[in-house]
């Protein structure tokens, strides 16, 4: 079994920065890929960044240029660092393992609430 426990979320204003972290642990034998998502209330949840094995990383439109996605394989820790943040970014930010098919979360953490306010 694999845990995934994510840090790092909070109030900040917009225009602000957070970086978030998740950090797997257990019986981490085969990873495609980590992603991060997001749920905000009453919306379906949304890919965020991916970063694949290969480094290669993907993100939605909303957040290039302003979110980095990147990984310390040493530490089993993938980060989302957030800058320029937006009332529109506040959601629940969730970390998810791909460990079979691409784009295919199998393991989810609890997730960390970001929001964005004046």
């Known amino acids: 079994q694999v845990q995934l426990v994510e840090s790092g979320g909070g109030l900040v204003q917009p225009g602000g920065s957070l970086r978030l972290s998740c950090a797997a642990s257990g019986s981490i034998f085969s990873v495609n890929a980590m992603a991060w998502y997001r749920q905000a209330p009453g919306k379906e949840r949304e890919l965020v960044a991916r970063?694949?094995?290969?480094?290669?990383?993907n993100y939605r439109d909303s957040v290039k240029g302003r979110f980095t996605i990147s990984r310390d394989n040493a530490k089993n820790t993938v980060y989302l660092e957030m800058n320029n943040l937006k009332p529109e970014d506040t959601a629940v930010y969730y970390c998810?393992?791909?460990?079979?098919?691409?784009?295919?979360?199998?393991?989810w953490g609890k997730g960390t609430l970001v929001t964005v306010s004046s």
């Open positions: 998810g393992m791909e460990a079979r098919a691409a784009y295919v979360i199998d393991y």
């Open positions: 970063i694949a094995n290969s480094y290669i990383t």
